[in-house]
C-alpha cells in the first residue's frame, strides 16, 4: 500500500521557537494532504486541507498564520507551528490520498509526529 | 457528515471473533461508511469501506444492514496486535476528502 512518512518523529521546542514538520507521499503524488492534531486522549481534529500549488483551506477555528503550511511539491506538505506554546503540544499527524485510488476517503497517514513545548 | 455511533470500549479473548457495531442512522442514499482504526501512539490505517452490500478484506469483513443505519466490523480472529481505536465514518458529500473522526471504540483483544 501506499506509504507517508512525516519528520521528525518527536520535537521537543522551547516557548517561543518554530518548529516545521515534514509529511511526504513515498511512492505516490499527492495533490491533496491533510493536517490534524490530537490531544492526549482525543480524537483526531482536522486542522487544514493542503492542496499542491495553492493555498491550505484551515477547519474554523484554526489560526492560519500560527500553523503555516505549505504543499509547495507533490510529495511534501509541511506544516510550521510558529512562536510555539505549551498549549501547542500535541501529535501531529498528516494524511494523504493516491489520486490513482478510486475512494477518495481512503486515505494513508503518516506515523505522527509529537511536539512537546517547553 | 452523517452522525456515528459507536460504544466507547469493548473485549475480545485473542482467537476470537470481534464485532464492532456502529450506528448511522443518518446515512443518505449515497454516502459510503467507512472504518479506520489507529493503533495507540500511530497514525490511523484505513480498514474498509462499504455502501450497502457487505464487503470483505484482507484485513476484516463489513456487515451493513439493509436499512443501511447500522454495520458491524468483524474482525475474525482478533490478535494482540489488533487492539487499537476503531473509527466508524460516515462522509457528508461536501466534505471531499476530509475525514471527521469520533471517539471510536477502543478494543481490547486479551490473552
Known amino acids: 500500500g501506499a506509504v507517508v512518512s512525516q519528520h521528525p518523529s518527536w520535537v521537543i521546542c522551547k516557548s517561543g521557537t518554530s518548529v516545521k514538520i515534514e509529511c511526504r507521499s513515498l511512492?505516490?503524488?499527492?495533490?491533496?494532504m491533510f493536517w490534524y492534531r490530537q490531544f492526549p486522549k482525543q480524537s483526531l481534529m482536522l486542522m487544514a486541507t493542503?492542496?499542491?500549488?495553492?493555498?491550505?483551506?484551515?477547519e474554523q477555528g484554526v489560526e492560519k498564520d500560527k500553523f503555516l503550511i505549505n504543499h509547495a511539491s507533490l510529495t511534501l506538505s509541511t506544516l510550521t507551528v510558529t512562536s510555539a506554546h505549551p498549549e501547542d503540544s500535541s501529535f501531529y499527524i498528516c494524511?494523504?490520498?493516491?489520486?490513482?485510488?478510486?475512494?477518495?476517503?481512503?486515505?494513508?497517514f503518516g506515523p505522527g509526529t509529537r511536539l512537546t513545548v517547553t | 457528515d452523517a452522525k456515528t455511533t459507536q460504544p466507547p470500549s469493548m473485549d475480545c479473548a485473542e482467537g476470537r471473533a470481534a464485532n464492532l457495531p456502529c450506528n448511522h442512522s443518518?446515512?443518505?442514499?449515497?454516502?459510503?461508511v467507512y472504518w479506520y482504526r489507529q493503533i495507540h501512539s500511530q497514525g490511523p490505517q484505513y480498514i474498509i469501506h462499504?455502501?450497502?452490500n457487505n464487503e470483505t478484506n484482507e484485513m476484516a469483513s463489513l456487515i451493513i444492514t439493509e436499512d443501511r443505519k447500522s454495520s458491524t466490523l468483524i474482525l475474525p480472529h482478533a490478535t494482540l496486535r489488533d487492539t487499537a481505536v476503531y473509527y466508524c465514518?460516515?462522509?457528508?458529500?461536501?466534505?471531499?476528502?476530509?475525514?471527521?473522526f469520533g471517539q471510536g471504540t477502543i478494543l481490547t483483544v486479551h490473552p
Open positions: 511512492d505516490f503524488q499527492a495533490t491533496t
Open positions: 493542503s492542496n499542491e500549488g495553492s493555498k491550505a483551506t484551515y
Open positions: 465514518i460516515v462522509p457528508g458529500g461536501t466534505s471531499y476528502g476530509k475525514l471527521t
Open positions: 494524511s494523504a490520498r493516491d489520486p490513482r485510488a478510486s475512494v477518495i476517503y481512503e486515505q494513508y
Open positions: 443518518t446515512i443518505s442514499g449515497n454516502e459510503y
Open positions: 462499504g455502501l450497502k
